[in-house]
């Protein structure tokens, strides 16, 4: 018994698709846009010392993260960043946040992280905490608990502030060292020789690559290609 064809009815949408190859129009691609709370992470190109961060550390598929910022409340009508860099605690505007290093193709190398939906309830009394600390020094000593804030441990007190205490990402020990020979990085011994302090190799602390990777994020975007990949 012969099987009846039905019509074949053509998408209303391929008329409109074709017009606009045939006339050379690129249709609509909808803009990442990053959410309060988001973090970035940033392969940030700015000297011997962002290189040895990047190389004691390993971020989310191996990509080298030496920097990272939460993305704030707008502010007139404009998206910020909170970060601690060596002005101390304080708010950027996004694009500035962005335009700090391009990849080969001029686009930021800077990959974004959101939390997890059970964790992102957290979010708005992180911002807040985060605000509160505006202001506050840089730490050059990469010392959690004296009242100064590296970009990580920012984000670390944040959200742990925001748990009541409870941290949400995890603090390890900290290296200085050579991954490949075991002696402390000339870049790491010099910095803390300057300052007159001894190297905290073992002592806890944070990084942006560790913090990529925890199970409390996700990505969401990438903007470009960070070194590492």
Known sequence: MARE?????????LPLLAAAVLSGCALPVRRFRPEPGDL???DLDAGPLCDAIERVTQGWRGAKFSHVGIVGRPANGQATVIEAAGGGVRTVPLQAFLDRGRDALGRPKVVVGRLRPRHRPLIPAALG???RLIGRPYDKL???GNDA???SELVYEAFRAAGGGQPLFELSPMTFRDPDS?????????YFGRLGARVPEGEPGINPGGISRSPALRIVHVYG???GW
């Open 5 to 13: 064809r039905l019509p074949v009815r053509p998408s209303p949408w």
């Open 40 to 42: 970035l992470f940033q």
């Open 129 to 131: 905490a985060a605000e």
């Open 142 to 144: 990469f010392v959690v």
């Open 149 to 151: 804030y590296y970009c």
């Open 182 to 190: 075991g002696a402390t990085l000339p870049a790491w011994a010099d």
């Open 225 to 227: 290609t960070p070194s």
